[in-house]
């Protein structure tokens, strides 16, 4: 029999984490695993101005027939705009071309099988670590993928000298994967003089930049996140850049996300976006609608987007404020260990520096969940939680 025959499959590290968290019958259990922003509540909120879109879109949508195959013009503006600027999309002669994707992962994964068609023999480079799902998506789909030095767990935070001495030795031809703000796993991101480094090096090297953008407006903000994206683009003639509306607008279960092209003039990017369109059609045809109705809603209503911005602002507090309430509490309980590096840290994830067997610990003795490395989700933390999270934190170490 063809089914019998077949293994069971590993479970997902990430979502089989939160699977297990979900069976945990303890009623003390922590989630700092799942990779979503929540509340104090612990709940993944919808947005007020998600919902007051929703409501304008049921008054005013007359119709659920199909998107084109790249998905809505409109949603293309909308998101070039908030990207890229206004400015750099009107200085890059139109050479921007945008489709829109099923979330931050489909769009990477139609950027990767546009690689394997149009640049056969590239080799995709990812800093190590690098969310784990990106070897995934780029391997099924058929790129060989390489590793270059990233995070220094010294410091707790990017290793510029070595990033900058391994970009130089990649080959022209091949393609750097770079996390714009809010690296996932750790936290930590390149500055502003970093960033200028990796443009250089960009510019001499011939590599293909490839932005992976899950998380614009969870680190400084929207226009400041986007600032080592525009730092290497006003360097680099060609660049690919993936983006998500998951985490910024909270519509994870929507799956919206884009992928744009940046090419040297508006006839290039047309020609690639015509053969994503060819790859977009033989993987699911067209776009699912209502989550880019709702993108582009609020991105274009005044008060909608004022309402998204100090919703946004929010987000960012809560785990900003989280990072500090958590380094305090551990400071408290530890003083031989400097955990400050926490709170220099950007957007949802940390690298706490704890060791697997302390993370299995936490996971079998105190029903905390974090993802194996140490990474936490400093949003999960609840005030309700916080003192038990440092107590538990500061036993694991003893072990």
């Not at 400015?87 to 139609?110: E, K, M, W």
């Not at 960009?202 to 600032?227: K, S, V």
């Not at 090419?263 to 045809?285: C, D, F, H, P, W």
Request: aromatic share 8%; net charge neutral; proline share 5%.
């Amino acid at each position: 029999m063809f089914f019998s025959g077949i293994e069971q499959a590993p479970a997902d590290p990430i979502l089989g984490l939160t699977e297990a968290f979900r069976k945990d019958p303890r009623p003390n259990k922590v989630n700092l695993g799942v990779g979503v922003f929540m509340d104090d509540k612990g709940t993944t909120p919808a947005l007020e101005c998600v919902k007051r879109a929703e409501r304008l879109l049921w008054e005013a949508e007359k119709t659920k027939g199909y998107l084109p195959i790249s998905g809505s013009a409109e949603y293309g503006e909308a998101v070039a705009e908030l990207v890229f600027g206004a400015d750099f999309h009107g200085l890059a002669s139109n050479g921007v071309a945008i489709a829109q994707a099923p979330g931050g992962t489909g769009a990477l994964r139609i950027g990767a099988e546009f690689l394997k068609h149009f640049r056969r023999d590239a080799t995709v480079w990812m800093p190590a670590p690098t969310w784990d799902n990106h070897k995934g998506v780029f391997g099924a789909a058929g790129c060989p993928v390489k590793e270059y030095p990233y995070y220094d767990p010294s410091t707790r935070g990017v290793d510029i000298g070595a990033m900058c001495a391994a970009l130089e030795k990649i080959p022209a031809g091949d393609v750097v994967l770079l996390h714009v703000c809010c690296h996932n796993p750790t936290g930590a991101d390149p500055d502003a003089a970093g960033w200028a480094r990796v443009a250089d090096v960009a510019a001499r090297a011939g590599w293909l930049p490839f932005f992976d953008f899950a998380y614009q407006g969870f680190g400084d903000g929207l226009e400041a996140d986007r600032a080592g994206l525009l730092a290497v683009l006003h360097k680099a003639p060609e660049a690919i850049v993936a983006t998500s509306f998951s985490k910024n607008m909270g519509l994870y279960g929507e799956r919206v996300g884009s992928l744009a092209l940046v090419a040297e003039n508006g006839k290039s990017a047309g020609a690639a976006m015509s053969q994503v369109k060819r790859i977009i059609r033989t993987l699911y045809s067209n776009p699912p609608r209502h989550g880019a109705a709702l993108v582009r809603t609020v991105l274009e209503d005044a008060d909608l987007r004022e309402r998204w911005l100090q919703e946004l602002d929010a987000m960012r507090a809560r785990i900003a404020g989280n990072r500090q309430k958590l380094v305090s509490g551990l400071a408290r309980r530890i003083e031989d260990l400097d955990f400050s590096f926490i709170v220099r840290q950007k957007g949802m994830f940390s690298f706490s520096g704890l060791a697997d067997a302390q993370v299995d610990f936490l996971r079998e003795q105190k029903a905390i969940y974090m993802v194996k490395g140490g990474r936490i989700n400093v949003a999960g933390l609840m005030a309700e939680s916080l003192d038990y999270v440092c107590d538990s934190i500061a036993e694991s170490l003893k072990i």
